[in-house]
């Protein structure tokens, strides 16, 4: 089996390589030509497994480069996860969120629907799409209210998914995930920002935390477990829309006391508030309900909530303060 991936560079790109890798899978990526030329910075997370995946340069602005890609390459799944993904960016420049994140979709269809229509296809739809909830927990049926330009480009990917399902016949299937996290995740998102800043203040690097938000609550799971419901969505008889929740919400600062607390700290005496970390329009709270995941696929998540923030922590503290986790600690009290 030939699949491709758009966004394998990134967090859930690599696990889901990883994990494709692993079931025999000859593997491509759809990669820009500025990250071909920039291997040290932005191959971080596959630079493990670079003699075994196959990187195409294309951009997702671009409908030549990515006919030119599919057309060269029989693939039998393609995994579209590359966005612009933080929706705080969204809000700054939603007309390059839009660009990127629709017609890009839009590219990657029109181009499998032309030269590979058997090529099964996934895409990347989010718990954003919910966003004002209409009912809680949410799942497949719940209503669209995205609050941001992120959570409305999204909209408009699974729309145009289905639509390319119900008029050409394709196998378009989107898995609606609900916030996924680990130790590759980006600096940018809450949960990396408050890990990776409870290593440097062990480490002596920094002595607070800002943040913006602390009562809004997601449904945080692990991208490793996250990317297993990707594929299995792809091997069904039929396509259909998968929510991937952990069913479980906890607040911005419960994760905070959590991670602080693995290092043996106090949130209380490090995090601030600071309105630039506000949000136009936030998404208060988000709760997945993956029954249909879970019967259907029979997929069910391995990690734990706090084992995920242990993990993050314990990770960061290794590339930061360059020690095991207790002798960090201990140090630095
Ligand atoms: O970590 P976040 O930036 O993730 P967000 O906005 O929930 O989106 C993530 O999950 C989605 C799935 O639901 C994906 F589709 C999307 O691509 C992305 O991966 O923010 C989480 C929450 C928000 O409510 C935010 O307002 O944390 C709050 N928050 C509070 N202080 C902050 C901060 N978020 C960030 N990034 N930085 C802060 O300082």
């Given at each position: ?154 909209v408009a990917g699974f729309e145009l998914t289905r639509n390319y399902r119900e008029a050409y016949g394709m196998f378009a299937a989107s898995g609606i995930l609900f916030n996924h996290e680990g130790p590759r995740r980006g600096f940018e998102f809450v949960t990396r920002k408050i890990t990776s800043t409870v290593a440097r203040i062990t480490a002596g690097l920094a002595t607070e935390l800002a943040l913006g938000n602390l009562d809004a609550r997601r449904d945080w799971g692990h991208s490793k477990d996250y990317v297993r419901a990707m594929h299995l969505m792809l091997q069904q008889k039929t396509p259909d829309d ?92």
């Amino acid at each position: 089996m030939k699949a491709l991936i758009t966004g394998i560079t990134g967090q859930d790109g690599s696990y889901l390589a990883e994990h494709l890798l692993s079931l025999g899978y000859e593997v491509h990526g759809l990669v820009r030509r500025i990250a071909l030329e920039d291997p040290e910075r932005r191959f971080t997370r596959i630079s493990h497994l670079l003699d075994r995946i196959h990187l195409h340069p294309a951009s997702l602005e671009s409908y030549p480069s990515i006919f030119s890609v599919v057309s060269r390459n029989d693939f039998d799944e393609c995994y579209h996860l590359a966005a612009q993904s933080f929706v705080a960016e969204s809000f700054a420049d939603g007309f390059s969120t839009m660009n990127i994140n629709i017609n890009g979709t839009h590219y990657m269809l029109a181009a499998l629907r032309e030269l590979r229509p058997t090529c099964r296809f996934y895409f990347a739809g989010s718990s954003e799409m919910f966003g004002l909830v209409e009912e809680s927990p949410q799942r497949e049926t719940t209503r669209f209210h995205p609050r941001s330009p992120y959570g409305i480009s999204k909209v408009a990917g699974f729309e145009l998914t289905r639509n390319y399902r119900e008029a050409y016949g394709m196998f378009a299937a989107s898995g609606i995930l609900f916030n996924h996290e680990g130790p590759r995740r980006g600096f940018e998102f809450v949960t990396r920002k408050i890990t990776s800043t409870v290593a440097r203040i062990t480490a002596g690097l920094a002595t607070e935390l800002a943040l913006g938000n602390l009562d809004a609550r997601r449904d945080w799971g692990h991208s490793k477990d996250y990317v297993r419901a990707m594929h299995l969505m792809l091997q069904q008889k039929t396509p259909d829309d998968f929510v991937v929740a952990s069913g479980e919400s906890h607040t911005v600062r419960e994760f905070c006391e959590l991670a602080f607390s693995v290092a043996g700290l106090d949130y209380r005496d490090y995090v601030r508030v600071d309105e630039r970390f506000y949000r136009p329009a936030e998404v208060e709270s988000l709760v997945g309900d993956a029954s249909k995941a879970r019967t259907v696929l029979g997929w069910t998540p391995t990690y734990t909530f706090p084992e995920m923030v242990r993990e993050m922590v314990e990770n960061d503290l290794r590339s930061t303060v360059g020690k095991p986790l207790s002798e960090a600690v201990a140090e630095s009290h």
